[in-house]
């Protein structure tokens, strides 16, 4: 089965430092979602993007968080200056279109921001 | 706004006998799909079962069933023949069909131990 690829799997950074989460969702797909899910809690709905825009974004998602399908196959989270709190895993997620409902994750990008 | 409510954090059964596991959820919406996703200790987040609102048959996949009662807003999974490898946390999840962007809304989990 086509699987949806995160890199990396682990990336430690340091508070007030910019990060890149990489995503490469399955081909044929043309919604995009990034969830997060802090240790222990729930998963938590970050952004969805669609034809080259951002289709819907939570609370969550203030100006330190953007995204980018810069080149037709990877689907990257930015975020721009760390906080100790934005340390979670954040999954990146797809699916093919409207109508089709399943949604295929990655494995995850555990962040730990010291 | 819809929420999604898991009211048992943890629950445990023995191996080759059945589990239940309850999900409630609000919305005002009449059509929308339901969903339990498992995630093991890698973390992986695993669809293991969907439901379509505007279908009154229950959802089955092998040993994984539900009960969905529309009315109650109530979504609640079961696992017959546990095994060693359902071990994991379990999410119950809302989507609604209305909105184009697929967004899934979670509940907090219930952390199922399956024992030897």
């Known amino acids: 089965e086509p699987e949806v690829t995160q890199t990396p799997s682990h990336q430690v950074t340091q508070m007030g430092q910019e990060v890149i989460l990489r995503c490469v969702p399955i081909?044929?797909?043309?919604?995009f979602y990034w969830y997060r899910q802090i240790l222990g809690q729930k998963v938590e709905f970050l952004v969805s993007?669609?034809?080259?825009?951002?289709?819907?974004k939570s609370e969550i998602f203030d100006d330190q968080f953007s995204v980018e399908r810069p080149d037709g196959s990877n689907f990257t989270l930015k975020i721009r200056s760390t906080k100790l709190e934005d340390s979670a895993m954040y999954f990146c997620?797809?699916?093919?279109?409207?109508?089709?409902?399943?949604?295929?994750f990655g494995s995850g990008t555990q962040l730990s921001v010291l | 706004a819809q929420t999604v409510t898991q009211s048992q954090p943890e629950m445990s059964v023995q191996e080759a006998e059945t589990v239940t596991l309850s999900c409630t959820y609000d919305?005002?919406?009449?059509?929308?799909?339901l969903f339990w996703y498992k995630q093991p200790p890698s973390r992986q987040m695993i669809l293991v079962i969907r439901?379509?609102?505007?279908?009154?048959q229950n959802a089955t996949e092998n040993r994984f069933s539900v009960n969905f009662q529309k009315a109650a807003k109530s979504f609640s999974l079961k696992i017959s023949d546990s095994q060693l490898g359902d071990t994991a946390m379990y999410f119950c999840?809302?989507?609604?069909?209305?909105?184009?962007?697929?967004?899934?809304?979670f509940g907090q989990g219930t952390t199922l131990q399956v024992k030897p």
């Open positions: 997620a797809s699916r093919t279109g409207t109508g089709n409902e399943k949604l295929f």
């Open positions: 081909s044929n797909h043309l919604y």
């Open positions: 993007f669609y034809n080259n825009e951002i289709s819907e």
């Open positions: 919305t005002s919406e009449s059509n929308y799909y």
């Open positions: 439901q379509e609102a505007y279908k009154q």
């Open positions: 999840a809302f989507m609604k069909v209305s909105s184009n962007t697929g967004k899934l809304i």
